[in-house]
């Protein structure tokens, strides 16, 4: 009885990663669109929990400047330098942070893009893109959230939204004219 699965290489080592590879003659679409979006789901679902929660945490309460200060005084002279629900490692380390939200926000919206072109023409599109939208604005607002009010940098978050649809639509650009 013949099958077109191969069998399993006898030594794992050689020909494994071979063995799982999508092959579009042995393969269906349908599997591998359907893995894409298992995956890309999750990198959605992760990417956008380490956004409400990055790396060191986040503050848990205010500290004010100068130390004499509290919360209850109204003097004006006390100004808040860390604010609670802000990210820890902004304050550390600002530039490791903000590589920390590019790569982030690269990865949602390289993974949202995906997202979307896998349900193009679906009986759902209309939903699909407002739940896509919608997710892309409380990404940027759940970051906004936990970056220290003065110093966001919008434009990186930009580039880092905008980047994975220009690479599509520049791809196919090239694939037009090729």
């Not at 990417?47 to 100068?66: C, E, K, L, M, R």
């Not at 808040?80 to 590019?102: M, N």
Request: hydrophobic share 45%; charged share 15%.
């Amino acid at each position: 009885m013949a099958t077109d699965q191969p069998t399993v290489p006898d030594n794992p080592a050689k020909g494994f990663n071979e063995f799982f590879r999508f092959k579009l003659g042995r393969d269906p679409p349908r599997d591998a669109r359907n893995t894409l979006l298992v995956v890309t789901t999750l990198i959605v679902a992760v990417t956008f929990q380490a956004a409400i929660n990055p790396p060191g945490g986040v503050w848990q309460d205010d500290t004010y400047s100068p130390a004499t200060c509290t919360a209850v005084t109204s003097d004006n002279n006390c100004s808040i330098i860390r604010h609670a629900g802000t990210s820890v490692l902004h304050y550390r380390d600002k530039a490791a942070y903000d590589i920390f939200v590019f790569v982030n926000t690269l990865a949602f919206s390289a993974s949202t893009n995906t997202i979307l072109y896998l349900l193009l023409d679906s009986p759902f599109q209309t939903e699909v893109l407002l739940s896509i939208y919608s997710i892309n604005f409380a990404y940027g607002a759940s970051v906004a959230a936990v970056h220290h009010p003065k110093t966001i940098n919008w434009w990186l978050i930009s580039v880092a939204y905008a980047l994975p649809y220009f690479s599509r639509v520049f791809s196919n650009i090239i694939k037009r004219y090729k």
